[in-house]
């Protein structure tokens, strides 16, 4: 006679643990003191960050696989890295490094068991950087997820902008051009982001005759000023599209005398 399983273990998700990576915008960047741990909490989950590391425990829920698990808990992630990079001109990447298991009915006739399994979906690497901004605080998460229209926005127009790859007419040009295919028109996506049309209609007419986006017959180049009322625009419209995109209020109407 051989020994054999009282009951099949069962196991439920008690955290899952993820790698944090913090990318410069245009410099290297570093840590001031005592800035972390930080400890928050968003829907279904308490969240823990290091420097380095988030462990995420769910709290009010269960789950009985990483699977599950990994997808109510990511959209936040992407959410929230979103937000930082947007709001607070601060890049960061989760990458999933394990998930910790713990049995929640009997193993064995002997006892009970600890098992923790998962695998570095991207692997680590950390390199040194000459340092040059010092951050003070974490940002906090804002948007629960990111479309991929919100995404496309920010990663080719907002981000290669900012980090002077890609030029502010051209940049203002491709996002109004992504809001009309977004909304079926120029007047439907000023509606949905409750934006002037005319703030709209005057930034694609800008920026479309920009030589610095394109040189051509009657092309000309932008003053300095007017390149600023481009960026500006920009920054306003990509978080209304990300909180439009998260089912969220766009915010206070804008027109161009809204511009900060």
Same mark, same amino acid.
């Given at each position: 006679?051989?020994?054999s399983?009282?009951n099949?273990p069962?196991?439920?998700v ?9 990318l410069?915008e245009r410099h290297?960047?570093?840590?001031a003191a005592?800035?972390?741990p930080?400890?928050l909490v ?6 823990r960050l290091?420097e380095t590391?988030l ?12 699977g ?8 936040n992630?992407q959410?929230?890295a979103?937000?930082?990079?947007v ?5 960061m990447e989760?990458f999933?490094l ?7 009915a009997?193993v ?5 068991? /600890?098992?923790?399994?998962?695998a $570095?979906?991207?692997g680590?690497?950390? !390199?040194?950087l000459?340092?040059?901004i #010092?951050? @003070?605080r974490v940002?906090?998460p804002l948007w629960?997820d ?5 995404r ?9 902008m900012?980090?002077l790859?890609r030029p502010?007419?051209d940049?203002?040009y491709g996002l ?7 909304a079926?028109g120029?007047?439907?996506a ?5 934006v002037?049309?005319?703030l709209?209609?005057?930034?694609k ?7 610095q /986006?394109k040189?051509g017959k009657g $092309?000309r180049?932008?003053?300095d000023? !007017?390149?600023?009322f481009?960026r500006k #625009?920009i @920054?306003?419209?990509?978080?209304r599209l990300?909180r ?5 209020d766009?915010?206070e ?8």
């Amino acid at each position: 006679m051989t020994d054999s399983w009282v009951n099949a273990p069962v196991l439920e998700v008690a955290a899952l643990n993820y790698g944090v990576r913090w990318l410069p915008e245009r410099h290297p960047i570093r840590w001031a003191a005592n800035v972390f741990p930080v400890e928050l909490v968003i829907p279904g989950w308490k969240l823990r960050l290091s420097e380095t590391e988030l462990k995420a425990r769910p709290e009010g829920c269960a789950f009985n696989d990483e699977g599950p698990a990994r997808a109510d808990l990511e959209p936040n992630l992407q959410g929230w890295a979103a937000s930082a990079e947007v709001v607070d001109h601060i890049r960061m990447e989760f990458f999933f490094l394990d998930a910790e298991m713990r049995p929640i009915a009997p193993v064995s006739l002997y006892g009970v068991g /600890r098992l923790q399994v998962g695998a $570095s979906d991207f692997g680590t690497s950390r !390199e040194d950087l000459t340092v040059e901004i #010092v951050l @003070e605080r974490v940002p906090m998460p804002l948007w629960q997820d990111e479309s991929p229209a919100a995404r496309e926005a920010r990663e080719y127009c907002l981000r290669p902008m900012r980090a002077l790859r890609r030029p502010v007419p051209d940049s203002a040009y491709g996002l109004v051009t992504q809001l009309e295919e977004w909304a079926g028109g120029l007047q439907e996506a000023a509606d949905r982001l409750r934006v002037s049309r005319s703030l709209l209609k005057q930034t694609k007419a800008l920026s479309g005759w920009a030589r610095q /986006r394109k040189a051509g017959k009657g $092309s000309r180049i932008l003053s300095d000023q !007017e390149i600023d009322f481009l960026r500006k #625009v920009i @920054e306003a419209i990509i978080p209304r599209l990300e909180r439009v995109e998260c089912g969220m209020d766009p915010g206070e109407a804008l027109n161009a005398d809204g511009l900060n």
